[in-house]
């Protein structure tokens, strides 16, 4: 979503170097202006953040000549400016006092309501909570339907006493559903309500009574993120014609230009809380503002990446991998076979790797990457025996043989897998022993591995051939 501002950032800060003038400076604020307005950001807060970025400069302007890294200076302040512009800190749910906790998703027609219902369903359930979604859009061809067939795919309870299509009163439906919720002690409702393809007073009116029926404890904004920055203006008249507590990114995966993020903060006065990532149910979280700028100026979100990370690798599997690591045990294909399982339940890694540091430089890279080849490696190891994948030394040429026919594969693909797993191997090695490998930055000491106590040393043995004899018994 922001790849091009952030190689018009990248760029700009590259052309830093040594101490900085005041025109210098001046130069640069304007500059950052511009790649605001190129990404769509709306005039007003263009201009306000360039301003403020500057008014920072010079205000700093002596401790960023003082510095040893002057480049560096100027990037933490544009990072805090930016990190402040996108809300500042992380907004949270809010919960009732007394369950439930009913949220109510306005927004436009085509912003992705019903689909995000679905995804913020699955959230609080994977949180211990009993969501309940109430089908209360009822203008929409078949947004009942979509709305249960989305339920479905969570094992969400829907409540939807209507058909829709233009049947049934939305206000009596979302008084409905909370009752319901109450008497089946749901501890949350999610009612999705009905859009337009446009702002209009009837909807206005239609969302503001469902406001006013239910009292919601959260009103959530949903607006598409690809809009630019007409998203900006809906949300200032849904702000003043009904209000709101937050707002919602969809499509964040989207390849726009990523104006609607930075400017509805600064519009409305509203912090974004949840942003979608993109079609899968799972491809959705809580919105940091302080993460999405260090992606915006290239420093990727490696918080973000070990935090789905940890989501997709059971926890006896992590604990098991990290034992084996502190103890000094092997690394094994057994052990590779199930972070490539982790890895397919994070998803796309083209979108996993658009997360580490750097990632901008490495557009054409991500955008070459080959998916198939996770699939190609898992293919060749689960053809493998349980003995060969937890010793590969036995993995001799007749073995490497039946591998490649098992798994559909050339044996120089094999030979190429098995080469590069031992080195992998070696790898940890180093790093177990506190070793960093050549090219890689030293991050500090690795836990060294345990020596057993129940296990003898193994004694030298003497190079002559007539002595090791006597010593061995023979």
């Known amino acids: 979503m922001f790849e091009a501002l952030g190689q018009r950032f990248t760029s700009l800060f590259s052309g830093l170097r040594g101490k900085v003038s005041q ?155 909370v009752e319901f919720a109450k008497e089946k002690l749901h501890n949350f409702v999610i009612i999705d309500t009905a859009g337009r393809t446009g702002i209009d007073q009837e909807l206005m009116n239609q969302v503001t009574s469902i406001r006013d029926a239910v009292k919601p404890d959260e009103i959530f904004f949903v607006v598409d993120a690809m809009t630019g920055q007409d998203a900006a203006v809906t949300a200032k008249a849904f ?12 499509k964040l995966d989207g390849d726009a230009r990523g104006g609607a993020a930075l400017s509805i903060v600064e519009i409305t006065g509203k912090p974004i809380i949840f942003a979608s990532t993109g079609e899968k149910i799972s491809d959705f979280d809580l919105f940091y503002p302080d993460r ?11 918080a973000s990446l070990a935090e789905q990370a940890k989501r997709a690798m059971p926890e006896e599997t992590s604990k098991k991998l990290e034992d084996k690591f502190v103890k000094g045990e092997e690394f094994t294909f057994e052990d590779f076979l199930s972070q490539l399982e982790a890895m397919k339940n994070m998803g796309s890694m083209s979108k996993l790797m658009g997360l580490l540091p750097g990632a901008a430089g490495m557009k054409k890279q991500i955008e070459n990457f080959d998916e198939s080849e996770l699939v190609r490696t898992r293919a060749i190891i689960q053809s493998m025996t349980p003995m060969e994948r937890n010793d590969p030394k036995v993995l001799n040429g007749s073995r490497r043989s039946r591998i490649a026919l098992g798994s559909g594969r050339a044996v120089s693909e094999i030979n190429s897998l098995v080469e590069r797993f031992s080195q992998a191997q070696k790898m940890m090695k180093q790093m177990r022993g506190g070793n960093m490998p050549a090219g890689l930055p030293n991050i500090g000491s690795m836990p060294k591995p345990q020596q057993s106590n129940n296990i003898p040393k193994k004694k030298s043995r003497s190079g002559n051939p007539a002595k090791r004899a006597l010593e061995e018994g023979i």
């Open 292 to 302: 999405m700028a260090s992606r915006i100026l290239g420093m990727g979100d490696v």
């Open 239 to 250: 702000a003043d014609g009904v209000g709101f507590d937050a707002v919602v990114l969809t």
């Open 23 to 177: 025109a210098q400076l001046v130069e640069f604020s304007s500059d950052i202006k511009n790649a605001l307005l190129d990404s769509d950001v709306a005039l007003l807060v263009a201009d306000k953040f360039s301003k403020q970025v500057l008014e920072e400069f010079n205000n700093q302007a002596e401790s960023i000549n003082k510095s040893t890294n002057p480049s560096q200076k100027i990037f933490e302040i544009v990072n805090a400016q930016l990190t402040q512009i996108l809300g500042g800190s992380e907004r949270r749910l809010k919960f009732a006092k007394v369950a439930p906790t009913v949220i109510l998703l306005i927004g436009l027609q085509g912003a992705g309501k019903t689909s995000l219902a679905g995804k913020l369903a699955n959230y609080l359930k994977l949180q211990g909570n009993t969501p309940l979604l109430v089908a209360a859009d009822l203008q929409r061809p078949n947004a009942v339907n979509q709305l249960q067939v989305v339920g479905e795919s969570t094992k969400t309870p829907v409540f939807a006493p209507e058909p829709g299509n233009g049947v049934g009163n939305p206000i009596s439906v979302a008084k409905a559903g």
